[in-house]
């Protein structure tokens, strides 16, 4: 079970409140509509952090360009739009789950007048605040033949760590990037669980 959904049309700040539940772009999963400015606002019970993942096959929205300059996913940490970037999304590829060590989260979805798409589903959850290990340089890489060909923790220029593993299997490890006090985390491992559950 993964909570109560919250679809409808295109809100403004809308609150997102309960220990789980799942958030959808407008018409999903039909094409969403032009010139879309959506946000929402994700908070789970004191005590506990936000983590937010998505499915590999409810994650389409239209890209024309690496840096999302079109139609775009944005989430912050905290309550407003002011909040730590932890990342700007488009494509086709979801991004791994998004763990944020606080108990708010913030989205925001905007699509332009040019093209649309199918648009995007995740599912948000409280789980217990987790013990990181900070990067500490600018690329950390590991190896091990029996889960991953590469497993590495680039800043990527915001506030997130990127793992890349091979396709076929992930490294059961984490990696964190410090900044400001505030760790940002994206667990491998938990892609491959949360896949497995999520629909």
């Known amino acids: 079970m993964y909570g109560p959904f919250f679809p409808g049309p295109c809100p403004t700040n809308r609150k997102l409140?309960?220990?789980?539940?799942?958030?959808?772009?407008?018409n999903f999963p039909n094409n969403y509509e032009a010139e879309h400015d959506c946000s929402w606002i994700i908070s789970v019970p004191?005590?506990?952090?936000?983590?937010?993942?998505?499915n590999r096959t409810d994650f389409h929205i239209h890209s024309c360009n690496k840096i999302c300059d079109c139609d775009f996913l944005e989430v912050?940490?905290?309550t407003t739009a002011g909040g730590m970037l932890l990342g700007k999304f488009c494509g086709s590829?979801?991004?791994?789950?998004?763990?944020?060590?606080?108990?708010?989260?913030?989205?925001?979805?905007?699509?332009?007048?040019?093209?649309?798409?199918?648009g995007f589903r995740a599912k948000f959850e409280a789980i217990?605040?987790?013990?990181?290990?900070?990067?500490?340089a600018k690329t950390l890489s590991h190896s091990s033949a029996s889960a991953c060909e590469a497993h590495s923790c680039k800043a990527r220029?915001?506030?997130?760590?990127?793992?890349?593993?091979?396709?076929?299997?992930?490294?059961?490890?984490?990696?964190?990037q410090m900044v400001?006090?505030?760790?940002?985390?994206?667990?491998?491992?938990?892609?491959?669980?949360?896949?497995?559950?999520?629909?």
């Open 17 to 26: 409140s309960g220990k789980s539940g799942t958030i959808q772009s407008p």
């Open 46 to 54: 004191r005590g506990n952090h936000v983590l937010l993942s998505f």
């Open 76 to 78: 912050r940490a905290g």
């Open 93 to 118: 590829d979801p991004p791994s789950p998004i763990y944020v060590n606080g108990s708010d989260m913030w989205l925001r979805f905007v699509s332009n007048k040019l093209s649309n798409n199918k």
């Open 128 to 136: 217990r605040p987790l013990k990181a290990v900070p990067c500490r």
């Open 157 to 176: 220029g915001d506030d997130t760590c990127e793992v890349s593993c091979c396709a076929e299997d992930y490294c059961n490890k984490s990696t964190t």
């Open 180 to 199: 400001s006090g505030t760790m940002v985390f994206i667990l491998s491992a938990l892609a491959v669980l949360i896949g497995q559950m999520f629909y």
